[in-house]
């Protein structure tokens, strides 16, 4: 397994591998969650951890906690954390979702984060490598166990903020409102004008009344796309990451 060290920021890094890495869509994620400085913040399946990460570029960000059943990703974490002297504001956990009720008190946190496996068990091709399968396929996580996750977790008015394929916003939405969670904000991320969205990107606020804000949809391939995207990735984007 290759590892290298990609920057975040003049000082951030983050240690990648061929099996844990990132792309936009975790990017995007991070930037739609709008993190503040006080929120009590938790990544679920964060992999690399490139969510928190991005979160800490502000050195006036709160502690951020993050976990991923898969220990090569940890190990990662592990290691940004050690080379970035992140130990008093980041920390990681190997663990099981599934198991919440025994990780953290319930309302721990104000703000849940997930990029998560996109394609049910019955759907696509199953990769041959277990570290793949469970990042793209519903193997050891559901819709229904992040929710139930997020709204264990999460205080009254705390939000959690995934990205998925627009495909499945009908489940996205069953499985928030079966946890308390109202979905509260959602865009769209296309590639180029005209073309269907390929991600979108959901808010569920604990305890909320209905009531979803449809912001307008990030394009990336046109001029306001690129600006945001620059503005997104920061020092990353400037190095020439497109």
Request: hydrophobic letters at 40%; a negative charge; one cysteine or more.
């Amino acid at each position: 397994m290759n590892e290298t060290v990609m920057p975040l920021a003049e000082h951030i890094q983050i240690v990648v591998s061929d099996r844990h890495t990132f792309g936009t869509d975790a990017v995007v994620l991070a930037d739609f969650a709008r993190i503040r400085r006080r929120d009590r913040a938790l990544d679920l399946g964060t992999g690399c951890g490139i969510i928190p990460l991005l979160w800490l570029r502000d050195a006036r960000q709160s502690p951020v906690a993050c976990l991923d059943i898969q220990d090569q990703a940890v190990r990662q974490v592990q290691q940004s954390i050690a080379l970035n002297h992140l130990e008093e504001r980041l920390t990681v956990q190997q663990a099981d979702l599934r198991d919440h009720r025994q990780l953290y008190p319930a309302g721990s946190f104000t703000l849940v984060s997930m990029n998560p496996p996109y394609k049910p068990v019955d759907t696509g091709i199953l990769s041959p490598e277990p570290w793949d399968q469970i990042a793209r396929h519903e193997v050891c996580c559901t819709l229904e166990d992040a929710c139930a996750a997020a709204g264990y977790l999460l205080q009254f008015g705390g939000r959690f903020c995934i990205c998925h394929r627009p495909e499945r916003l009908a489940d996205i939405v069953t499985a928030m409102r079966a946890h308390d969670l109202e979905p509260k904000r959602l865009r769209l991320v296309q590639h180029r004008e005209g073309e269907a969205p390929f991600l979108l990107l959901m808010e569920g606020r604990k305890g909320a009344k209905p009531y979803l804000t449809a912001e307008p949809t990030l394009i990336l391939e046109s001029p306001a796309g690129q600006a945001e995207m620059g503005r997104i990735y920061g020092a990353y984007f400037e190095g020439g990451a497109k």
